[in-house]
């Protein structure tokens, strides 16, 4: 079995609900993976989506904030959902595909501006996240599994526009990185993205507040493809829609994109 999968963070997926038919009736994934939908599951525009063929559907919704959701042409069965850190957040909802790889799509919190969980609530609140991440992980050593989805964190020096600069800035401090790194150790998770370009400056997300975003380009890889270590062989066809920063009103973020042979 060959599928394609794709992960964008929509921010908004009634506001971009033409984005997302854009990016399904010219990339055609056979599964795409949104974060923070910011929408009840109720209210969500799937029946726009199930016309151009993704009628299967794994959601977790909640009004105005987060939100992830599973659009698939391949059968879905739901598996569940973890709220991490208690936050009772739509963070995180798993569906397993009829070949038995489940895939889990992830919204880790942003983390808010300072990075000193004394002096700001949610950074304390997305280490937490990320630290029960790791402990699942190490209870139940997932197999035959994709993660993905938005992990606010850009783990590589090759992930932001410049290292040194951001080393301070939420998203790439090293307690964060350390933390995400114990987590992808923890579920044998295989970095599917860089196992298919290894080097090189390589980005998602680009801020709102660049003028011109593209010229800067001040960008981060936040966005994230993971496979454990049994099937991480069979991804490849990494790539990131880069254009996708380009629509009109888009998100802040670019789809990623990869193909795996199962």
């Known amino acids: 079995m060959t599928f394609t999968l794709a992960t964008w963070n929509i921010n908004s997926v009634r506001l971009r609900a033409a984005l997302v038919e854009k990016l399904l009736r010219e990339e055609a ?13 109720e209210k969500m525009p799937s029946d726009v ?3 151009l063929g993704y009628g299967h559907v794994v959601a977790r919704g909640q009004k105005g904030y987060n939100g992830v959701a599973i659009f698939s042409r391949l059968p879905l069965e739901e598996v569940g959902a973890h709220d991490f850190a208690d ?12 070949n038995g790889v489940t895939i889990h799509n992830f919204y880790v919190p942003a983390g808010g501006d300072i990075p000193d969980r004394e002096q700001n609530v949610k950074f304390g609140q997305k280490l937490d996240y990320v630290a ?4 699942w992980a190490r209870a139940e050593r997932p197999e035959r599994a994709i ?19 951001l080393l301070k ?13 114990e987590a992808q150790e923890a579920g044998g998770w295989v970095d599917v993205t860089r196992q298919d370009i290894p080097e090189g400056p390589l980005f998602s ?3 709102y507040r660049s003028p011109d975003w593209d010229a800067a380009d001040k960008g981060r890889r936040l966005d994230h493809v993971w ?8 991804g490849h066809g990494s790539r990131v829609l880069r254009a996708a920063r380009g629509w009109e009103q888009p998100s802040d973020h670019a789809p990623v994109f990869a193909r795996f042979d199962l």
């Open 87 to 98: 936050l009772g957040h739509a963070r995180h909802v798993a569906a397993r595909l009829p």
């Open 29 to 41: 994934p056979d599964v795409l993976c949104l974060q923070e939908c910011k929408s009840p599951v």
């Open 169 to 181: 800035i939420v998203s790439h401090t090293p307690v964060e990185t350390a933390l995400l790194a």
């Open 49 to 51: 989506f199930a016309a």
């Open 205 to 207: 997300w680009w801020s």
């Open 227 to 234: 496979a454990t270590r049994d099937i991480a062989a069979a």
């Open 132 to 135: 029960q991440m790791r402990d």
């Open 147 to 165: 993660l993905v989805g938005d992990l606010n964190i850009a783990p590589r020096e090759d992930d932001v526009w410049n290292h040194k600069q």
